[in-house]
């Protein structure tokens, strides 16, 4: 694949991610839940997914990444709006998305999974070695 992506790029869609609650919040004092929820929903997944798509390089990657933010946002309001079965709806999507991370990742082998030259040369050249 060969993206490059960043970690202050990760950090401006995690602080968005965390924005959502603010947002979501400070809505609610002035609309009712279900609408708060969507404005807030609809805003960061369209900000995430705008960025996305410029920095992922593609529409394709940033429309995959709208749909995951949809799914998840979507499934937290599932849990919010259930509040008799928010462990067990909470503990089988963990359960699932576990499963699936194994399963994607079942063929790599770690002990193969090696950094980059540059980080090796600058590991190699560290004076505490």
């Known amino acids: 694949m060969g993206l490059k992506i960043h970690p202050l790029q990760y950090l401006m869609v995690w602080s968005a991610l965390c924005l959502f609650y603010l947002l979501?919040?400070?809505?609610?004092e002035y609309m009712n839940?279900?609408?708060?929820?969507l404005a807030a929903s609809a805003g960061v997944i369209a900000m995430i997914t705008g960025y996305s798509v410029k920095v992922l390089?593609?529409?394709?990657?940033?429309?995959?990444m709208a749909g995951?933010?949809?799914?998840l946002y979507a499934?937290?309001?599932l849990l919010v709006q259930n509040e008799d079965y928010t462990l067990l709806l909470g503990s089988v999507a963990l359960f699932v998305i576990l499963g699936v991370v194994m399963h994607i990742t079942r063929n790599?082998?770690?002990?193969?999974?090696?950094?980059?030259?540059?980080?090796?040369?600058?590991?190699?050249?560290?004076?505490?070695?």
């Open 68 to 71: 995951l933010l949809t799914a």
């Open 108 to 129: 790599i082998d770690w002990y193969k999974v090696r950094l980059n030259p540059q980080a090796q040369a600058a590991i190699q050249d560290h004076p505490s070695r």
């Open 24 to 28: 979501f919040l400070s809505l609610s």
């Open 75 to 77: 499934y937290l309001f």
């Open 57 to 64: 390089k593609t529409r394709k990657r940033g429309g995959i």
């Open 33 to 37: 839940f279900i609408v708060s929820c």
